[in-house]
């Protein structure tokens, strides 16, 4: 079966410091898409960055990069430059034959 | 801009009532899913849909059911609510795989409440 697991229920940040999220996933497949979203306390969710299990590169998006292991079957959300503004929850989640699953969440604060 | 709408933002039911959780999308998406959110268990999978009137059940399908007779439009059935499913409920929508990026696009979610 597939599974999503995210162990950090919560993390703190100094502003401006980079932070590391982590996630790791469980699949026999070797054909799946990784994704990182941003749940704001607003509770919109926003798609941050995806990587393809096929892509040799990591994936960045701006500020964000996804430290992608295969091996280790670890998807870790990397931002950089923490801003006040990435306060929030962030979901790691797995595609694969269309289904989409998640983890179980990491609540970031950034400390001014 | 894609829009995934759900029809509510809150809602308050009775126990034993039959409740409906209307989505509705407009790019063409394939796909469609069914969500709760619960503080702790993250974003666990009711139900999702890859075609009209073709579902698969999720991790979590006890208790539901879902409807799609149209490309656009995703229901999800409570026949009987109860308490344990007050929540928060989200639905989203995304281009079947293989399609280019294939990222799922969420509605704002219904905060439901059974009393």
Known sequence: ?112 | DVKVTQSSRYLVKRTGEKVFLECVQDMDHENMFWYRQDPGLGLRLIYFSYDVKMKEKGDIPEGYSVSREKKERFSLILESASTNQTSMYLCASSLAGGRGHTEAFFGQGTRLTVV
Do not use: H
């Open chain 1, 1 to 112: 079966a597939q599974k999503i697991t995210q162990t950090q229920p919560g993390m703190f940040v100094q502003e401006k410091e980079a932070v590391t999220l982590d996630c790791t996933y469980d699949t026999s497949d070797p054909s799946y898409g990784l994704f990182w979203y941003k749940q704001p306390s607003s509770g919109e969710m926003i798609f941050l960055i995806y990587q393809g299990s096929y892509d040799q590169q990591n994936a960045t998006e701006g500020r964000y990069s996804l430290n992608f292991q295969k091996a280790r079957k670890s998807a870790n959300l990397v931002i950089s430059a923490s801003q006040l503004g990435d306060s929030a929850m962030y979901f790691c989640a797995m595609r694969k034959t269309g289904k989409l699953i998640f983890g179980q969440g990491t609540t970031l604060q950034v400390k001014p």
